[in-house]
């Protein structure tokens, strides 16, 4: 039996059965998407329930997988947040499920719906789409070592192009 190691490895370490091309491909992507976190600064899990569901409906494309009263039920208390602040102000935000399994330390970070990152009221920046998800990779895949699955939202203006993002 073959066992794949959960680890993420910094872009720089990738080495996987992946043409050098592909290698190649991978790591670029996450360059593109690591580039805009540093315009921002990322929290995560210092907003409590109520805090982080007014938050999440200052936003046109909040989801009811975001709200904590959701993720708390379907995910049996295994959620986690990251907020991202540009200047102070909050830009951006996922709640995101990590699930491990028994006896090893690294398992699966979910994120269905999210992240949202288009305020209500002003025009959608897809720099703070972009360092969203790069601050979602470092934190829960860079940092944590859990693999990442994104469930994007349908939501037919922006689909196409948070898609050709992820």
Request: contains cysteine.
């Given at each position: 039996m073959q066992?794949?190691?959960?680890?993420?490895?910094?872009?720089?370490e990738i080495e996987t059965a992946a043409s050098s091309a592909e290698r190649r491909d991978m790591v670029s992507a996450l360059a593109r998407l690591q580039k805009h976190v540093g315009q921002?600064?990322?929290?995560?899990?210092?907003?409590?329930?109520?805090?982080?569901?007014?938050?999440a409906r200052e936003f046109d494309d909040f989801s009811g997988e975001q709200i904590t009263g959701h993720s708390t039920a379907q995910w049996d208390g295994h959620a986690s947040h990251l907020l991202l602040r540009r200047h102070g102000k909050l830009v951006a935000g996922a709640r995101v499920s990590v699930i491990t399994f028994p006896g090893l330390r690294h398992g699966l970070a979910?994120?269905?719906?999210?992240?949202?990152?288009?305020?209500?009221?002003e025009a959608a920046d897809f720099t703070v789409y972009r360092a969203a998800l790069g601050a979602i990779v470092q934190e829960?895949?860079?940092?944590?070592?859990?693999?990442?699955?994104?469930?994007?939202?349908?939501?037919?203006?922006?689909?196409a192009s948070e898609t050709q993002v992820l």
């Open positions: 066992s794949a190691s959960s680890r993420v490895h910094h872009p720089a921002f600064a990322c929290e995560v899990d210092t907003l409590d329930v109520a805090a982080w569901d007014r938050f979910s994120l269905r719906c999210g992240p949202f990152w288009r305020r209500r009221g829960y895949c860079l940092r944590g070592g859990h693999c990442l699955a994104v469930i994007p939202r349908s939501d037919s203006g922006f689909c």
